[in-house]
Each structure stands twice: as structure tokens, then as C-alpha cells.
């Protein structure tokens, strides 16, 4: 089976640029969405089709790749930023496959 | 945008069937290109997916739940609905449906989720 890796927690002061890392073999092939999950709140879709935002997204999130891995972007961050944050894509032999989630720590 | 609501029994005894439903406003189970899926978090941990119906009444599973999976649409009520059999307390999760883009399968609308407990 497909499988997402991504870093357990990233910590970063405020105003400071936070990268989060998703990892998976042949990603570059694949397209990859990213969720934002706040304590005891549903996930929402911050990334799509690695890079594109859907409306009411902030600018400061932005989506990338490179080789095998994905990476969410997050410029000038704010407490309100603090939460989980997945990965995900779909693959032909896992259909949807989530990474196991990112927490980030605005210190 | 599409709004998604979550309901059904918050206890399930162990051996018996979750059913799950969600009521959709503003939008049609009918609408081309959304698939309807099901989504579970165990306490804790990240995301699960279960399954979805498309427009056309097409499901898929996850192919590790498949035997205990039914993913069932009621479109002139607007609603979609899971069962997974022979639950354990390993299935105690919050449990959200979500409308999943049929091009590139990303969820852009999630309901609020409902905590389902199995226990005796």
C-alpha cells in the first residue's frame, strides 16, 4: 500500500515561514492536497492539485514539490495557524491515502 | 458551498452495525463529479478513508474495511449513509462525511463529525 510520510510536529515562532514536509514515493506524480484540522474541528482543505488554494484561503499557505516529497508552506505565521496539517493524494493501489498528520507549534 | 451534517447513535454495542447518515444542503447528491465519501479518526490519530458513492450511485471502499462497508444514498432526501458491520471497540472513532472532487480526489467540504463509541 501507498504510504504519506510526514514530520510528527514542526515548531516556529510567530512571523517566522513554517515548511511541512510529505514524503511518498513517485509524489511528483500524483496530486497532492493538504488539510488544516484545529483541536475538536473537521479538517478543512487549505491546498489543492499541489499548489492552488480555494477561495478564502490565505496567501500566506502556498503548496510545492520536489522529487518525492510535498511541501506546505506557511509565510509570516500566526497563533491561529496552530494545528494538525495532512497530506494527501490518491493512488491506484490505495485509492485515498492520508499522511499521518503534522502538529504545528507556533512557540 | 455545499453543507454536510452528520447523524445517527453516539453507542454502538461491539458486534453490532454503525449506520451514519448525512444530510447535505445546499447542493445535490446528483451534482456530476462529486463523489460522497466517509471518513474516520481514531482517537488521536490521523485520517482514515472508508468509501464513497458517486453521482451515479458507483461506490468504492477502502480495500481493508471492504467486507464490513455499505455506502448508500437516498437522493430525494439528500442523504448519504454509512454501515460498517461487526464493529469492536477498534472502530470507536469520530466519523465525517465529506464531498470529494472526482477529478483529483480532494475533500472540499467536511461535516462537523460525530463521535460513535463501541462499547458494551
Known amino acids: 500500500s501507498y504510504v504519506l510520510t510526514q514530520p510528527p510536529s514542526v515548531s516556529v515562532a510567530p512571523g517566522q515561514t513554517a515548511r511541512i514536509s510529505c514524503g511518498g514515493n513517485?509524489?511528483?506524480?500524483?496530486?497532492v492536497h493538504w488539510y488544516q484540522q484545529r483541536p475538536g474541528q473537521a479538517p478543512m482543505l487549505v491546498i489543492y492539485?499541489?499548489?492552488d488554494r480555494p477561495s478564502g484561503i490565505t496567501e500566506r499557505f502556498s503548496g510545492s514539490k520536489s522529487g518525492n516529497t510535498a511541501t506546505l508552506t506557511i509565510m509570516r505565521v500566526e497563533a491561529g495557524d496552530e494545528a494538525d496539517y495532512y497530506c494527501?493524494?490518491?493512488?491506484?493501489?490505495?485509492?485515498?491515502?492520508f499522511g499521518g498528520g503534522t502538529k504545528l507549534t507556533v512557540l | 458551498q455545499v453543507q454536510l451534517q452528520e447523524s445517527g447513535p453516539g453507542l454502538v454495542k461491539p458486534s453490532q452495525t454503525l449506520s451514519l447518515t448525512c444530510t447535505l444542503s445546499?447542493?445535490?447528491?446528483?451534482?456530476?463529479?462529486?463523489?460522497w465519501s466517509w471518513i474516520r479518526q481514531l482517537p488521536g490519530k490521523g485520517l482514515e478513508w472508508l468509501g464513497f458513492?458517486?453521482?451515479?450511485?458507483?461506490?468504492f471502499y477502502n480495500p481493508s474495511l471492504r467486507s464490513r462497508v455499505v455506502i448508500s444514498a437516498d437522493t430525494s432526501m439528500s442523504q448519504f449513509s454509512l454501515r460498517l458491520t461487526s464493529v469492536t471497540a477498534a472502530d470507536t472513532a469520530v466519523y465525517f462525511c465529506?464531498?470529494?472532487?472526482?477529478?483529483?480526489?480532494?475533500?472540499?467540504?467536511w461535516g462537523q463529525g460525530t463521535l460513535v463509541t463501541v462499547s458494551s
Open positions: 492539485d499541489e499548489s
Open positions: 513517485n509524489i511528483g506524480a500524483k496530486s
Open positions: 494527501q493524494v490518491w493512488d491506484v493501489t490505495s485509492d485515498v491515502v
Open positions: 465529506a464531498r470529494e472532487n472526482g477529478r483529483t480526489y480532494y475533500f472540499d467540504s
Open positions: 445546499g447542493g445535490s447528491i446528483k451534482s456530476a463529479g462529486s463523489y
Open positions: 458513492i458517486s453521482h451515479t450511485g458507483y461506490t
